[in-house]
């Protein structure tokens, strides 16, 4: 199995960028289809991206598009979510996971599709 482990997270200015980073140990990041979530406190935790297992499919939730570009290295076994233009709204903790990718191109935008998953990483934006 796999273990994604998230980084880049911190605390940025509203307006300013963060690369986050997915890096798997375990397994090759390749076979498997990768989406990040984002929890804050109090709330259910909601989908922001997902990119298929050859990276040819990706798909980001309303709100963030135009904003977050998620992309993946599969050589590099990392996948990234570059977040531009970051808004206070978008303060929360930063989850990858991650499923086995039966299919090529195609990605998950639920919570239930995926069966491994990181620890998160904290993202902060001050207004």
């Known amino acids: 199995q796999v273990q994604p482990v998230e980084s880049g997270g911190g ?3 509203a307006g300013g960028s963060l690369r986050l980073s997915c ?14 979530f984002r929890q804050v406190p109090g709330k259910e935790r909601e989908f922001v991206a997902a990119i298929s297992r050859s990276g040819g499919n990706t798909r980001s939730t309303d709100s963030v598009k135009g904003r977050f570009t998620i992309s ?4 590099k076994n990392t996948v990234y979510l570059q977040m531009d233009s970051l808004k206070p709204e978008d303060t929360a903790v930063y989850y990858c996971a991650a499923r086995v ?11 239930g ?9 904290q993202v902060t934006v001050s207004s």
């Open 11 to 13: 605390l940025v200015q």
């Open 72 to 75: 993946r290295d599969n050589a």
């Open 23 to 36: 890096a798997a140990s375990g397994r090759t990041f390749s076979s498997y289809a990768v989406g990040w």
């Open 113 to 121: 599709a995926y069966d491994y998953w990181g620890q998160g990483t």
């Open 101 to 111: 990718g039966y299919r090529t191109d195609t990605y998950h935008t639920t919570e």
